[in-house]
């Protein structure tokens, strides 16, 4: 039986990383970034912590964050990965957004995904979202200097 979890990976890997690639972004799975010598520009996916087989929900978290800075913190002893995450909140220095604010209404937004969700109708409708409005967002934050 395809679960909920099937068709949000199914969708990730057939669809939303190939176009993500197209605009730029490596990375596969739950985290992209777009590539860039001064700020980490990312995107991560995030699944709420209600999932069952039948149904998940997801958002995207986007975030920017200065290379330079994100250094500086890990030398003055942060306990921070080698590098971020877009999950996580880190400081006034970093930016950081659910996509749901980056859209019209500004308002969190999360997909529902059943086991009967079409891959396809998802992947278009995220991809749509990141290009639309995460990437916009992103590409404004480029040099970010913290």
């Known amino acids: 039986m395809t679960t909920?979890?099937?068709v949000l990976s199914t969708a990730?890997?057939?669809?939303?990383s190939p176009e993500l690639r197209k605009h730029g972004f490596v990375g596969s799975g739950?985290?992209?970034e777009l590539p860039d010598d001064e700020t980490w520009l990312l995107l991560g996916f995030q699944k709420s912590s209600g999932a069952t087989a039948m149904q998940l929900r997801f958002t995207i978290n986007v975030a920017a964050v200065p290379k330079g800075?994100?250094?500086e913190m890990l030398d003055a002893g942060a306990k921070y990965p080698a590098r971020p995450s877009p999950n996580k909140?880190?400081?006034?220095w970093a930016?950081?957004?659910?996509i749901g604010a980056l859209m019209p209404g500004g308002q969190d937004f999360w997909w529902n995904v059943t086991h009967e969700t079409s891959p396809d109708d998802l992947a278009g409708k995220v991809v749509s979202a990141c290009t639309d409005y995460a990437l916009p967002a992103l590409?404004?934050?480029r040099r970010l200097k913290g």
Do not use: L, M
């Not at 909140?89 to 006034?92: A, P």
């Open 4 to 6: 909920a979890q099937d």
């Open 12 to 16: 990730i890997r057939t669809n939303i």
């Open 30 to 32: 739950q985290v992209f």
């Open 69 to 71: 800075k994100w250094q």
């Open 89 to 92: 909140v880190y400081g006034k």
């Open 95 to 98: 930016w950081w957004s659910r």
């Open 139 to 141: 590409s404004e934050r």
